[in-house]
């Protein structure tokens, strides 16, 4: 099976496997324990956090554990914005953000906060002047993802991180799940004053991600208990998957630079192959430099999504379909319905990401499965378009 959906989970490096295994059979204290097993655990705690924070230029204490992804941007949005409700109740984030930001805005929008989402180019990118219209003197928080989960767009984070560095009082939380390991990604010179990483993104466990929050930032926590991460999140701390993460997020930034120059090689390929198939359209930026070169997005106005990642599957190909259905209903990808696109293009969204266990014969072979599939579907989705004309 050729797997093209590493934006959605990664296989785990085998040395961090190894290494979990072992933290799992020796290392089973718990940190907060006052005996010697309790201490050897806190000390691989202590270690994973100083791995981290070097990778990220930044101090350990500004590295807090979570469960991944979507409970970091939970605290960093929820936590900020109760912390700090008393400068203010604005806050801004954007169209396409993942589903954890978007909906964690829509809660606090219910709640009595007032939320304004940035609309995006064709592209996929936020205009740096409908954030500068946007801010006011009562926003608190602004949350911009790095990387675009579903088509790959980059958003312009140092820009807009210089931009806010000149509002001391409005925090930015950039979600940088798709990019940390892919892209440089350093807090300080994005601007970032939180920022988001979920350790399987990049070939480590699921269930473990950390919360960036620079030194002096404040959040009222969402778990309580036991104080762990200084009050941050309370709980028991999953030693092996910390360890394991650390690991992981060491080994894909030392490879960042191979990874960069090997998949862009790969999406230079798929691209070309996409373009020569006239029923497909293609997402995002046209220049190369603004797009993540581990994904590729393209939609087949006329056809499902599923329809299509069923038919590759049948050819041993697993691709990622962003829209979904349920008991026959369409629903279209709130992403492209942002960019622009049309009904039938927002149901049809298929996303190819990969990384550097793909070769290029393997971009050939997914290449050879699309151009077969589409030529299988073409009559169908034909007369689904006459229907709809």
């Known amino acids: 099976m050729l797997y093209m959906d590493y934006a959605a989970t990664t296989p785990m490096y085998e040395e961090v496997i190894d290494t979990m295994t072992e ?45 991944g992804g979507t409970e970091s941007n939970n605290l960093a949005i929820r936590g900020a914005a109760g912390r700090y409700r008393h400068r203010g109740n ?32 064709e592209t996929g990118q936020i205009r740096l002047n409908d954030l500068k219209k946007a801010l006011k003197d009562e926003t608190i928080l602004v949350s911009v993802m790095h990387v675009n989960n579903e088509m790959g767009r980059i958003q312009p984070m ?38 988001t990483c979920a350790a399987h993104k990049l070939r480590g466990p699921k269930g473990i991600g950390f919360l960036y929050c620079r030194r002096g930032v404040e959040l009222e926590p969402l778990l309580h208990g036991g104080g762990q991460e200084e009050g941050f999140r309370s709980g028991t701390e999953n030693v092996p998957a910390i360890v394991g993460m650390a690991k992981a997020v060491r080994m894909a930034m030392d490879e960042q630079q191979a990874f960069a120059e090997h998949t862009a090689g790969l999406r230079k390929e798929l691209v070309r192959c996409i373009s020569t198939i006239p029923e497909l359209v293609l997402s995002g930026s046209k220049q190369p430099e603004d797009m993540a ?97």
Not at 35 to 60: F, N, S
Not at 173 to 182: I, R, T
Not at 320 to 345: D, Y
Request: glycine share 6%; hydrophobic share 40%.
């Open 23 to 67: 933290v799992m059979r020796k290392f089973y204290g718990n940190p907060s324990s006052l005996h010697a097993m309790g201490a050897d655990a806190e000390q691989l705690v202590a270690r994973a956090r100083q791995t981290i924070a070097a990778m990220l230029k930044c101090a350990p204490g500004e590295i807090r554990f979570t469960s």
């Open 90 to 121: 604005h806050l801004i984030t954007s169209m396409v953000e993942h589903a954890s930001v978007y909906e964690t805005f829509r809660r606090l929008e219910a709640e009595g906060y007032q939320v304004t989402y940035l609309p995006v180019d």
């Open 158 to 195: 140092e820009q807009i991180g210089q931009l806010l560095r000149e509002r001391p009082k409005t925090l930015f939380h950039v979600d940088a799940v798709q990019s940390v390991g892919k892209l440089p990604v350093i807090p300080e010179r994005l601007g970032a004053d939180l920022l």
């Open 293 to 389: 070169p581990h994904i590729v997005h393209f939609s087949y106005p006329g056809m499902k999504s599923e329809v299509l990642v069923h038919a590759l599957e049948q050819r041993g190909v697993c691709v990622s379909a962003r829209s979904a259905c349920s008991s026959g209903a369409e629903k279209p990808s709130r992403v492209l319905l942002a960019m622009g696109a049309s009904h039938a293009a927002a149901v049809s969204g298929i996303r190819l990401s990969y990384s550097l266990q793909q070769t290029h014969e393997d971009a050939l072979r997914f290449c050879s499965a699309l151009q077969e599939v589409v030529a299988e579907l073409k009559p169908a989705a034909s007369q689904k378009g006459r229907r709809n004309s």
